[in-house]
T-cell receptor, first 114, second 114 residues
């Protein structure tokens, strides 16, 4: 079945460092891919998405490119801030399921130090 | 903006009690979901609903039931709470439109069963 694998955390960075969180997926169809973020004490929020190969999703300085050839959707940010400290979830939704089944990765916790 | 609200942020119940978790969305979304989130296990789908009075089991439905009597409201019921149901419960909704699969989450209910 479909699955999402993301790098284990926690990831600890200093402010203004470059961030990469790796995410790879397996899917039988052509899924939509997402990054969600969960700040302490809150639910998940959609950070960015991409719906087809080579699409780049971007938001708040974060970017991720849908790479079908490597089945990857790595999250990047050029300069992290303390306020980016959160848990990040990679996810996919297969149109074959009508969008009813979204598969989430285990989450990667990011700590950013001032 | 979509708003998903959950009836309680924190809840403490005793073993054997019947527990109701309520979720309301204000964007006329067709689909609603209940997840539980546990450390190291990510998000696991308990039940989802694609229409009023319609429901489908997710990956871990045992010990839970749901009710959707109105489009905006989706309730999760623990018929007889057990300690292994201590967890964070997240409600989410999505539009149901073709190709639009992102989900919008509530803030979560942290349930402790003693």
């Amino acid at each position: 079945g479909d699955s999402v694998t993301q790098m284990e955390g926690p990831v600890t960075l200093s402010e203004e460092a470059f961030l990469t969180i790796n995410c790879t997926y397996t899917a039988t169809g052509y899924p939509s891919l997402f990054w969600y973020v969960q700040y302490p004490g809150e639910g998940l929020q959609l950070l960015l998405k991409a719906t087809k190969a080579d699409d780049k999703g971007s938001n708040k300085g974060f970017e991720a490119t849908y790479r079908k050839e490597t089945t990857s959707f790595h999250l990047e940010k050029g300069s992290v801030q303390v306020s980016d400290s959160a848990v990040y979830f990679c996810a996919l939704s297969d149109p074959g399921t009508g969008g009813f089944k979204t598969i989430f990765g285990a989450g990667t916790r990011l700590f950013v130090k001032a | 903006d979509v708003k998903v609200t959950q009836s309680s942020r924190y809840l403490v119940k005793r073993t054997g009690e019947k527990v109701f978790l309520e979720c309301v969305q204000d964007m006329d979304h067709e689909n609603m979901f209940w997840y539980r989130q546990d450390p190291g296990l990510g998000l696991r789908l308990i039940y989802f609903s694609y229409d009023v009075k319609m429901k489908e089991k997710g990956d871990i439905p045992e010990g839970y039931s749901v009710s959707r009597e109105k489009k905006e409201r989706f309730s999760l019921i623990l018929e007889s709470a057990s300690t292994n149901q201590t967890s964070m419960y997240l409600c989410a909704s999505s539009s149901g439109l073709a190709g639009i699969y992102e989900q919008y989450f509530g803030p979560g209910t942290r349930l402790t069963v003693t």
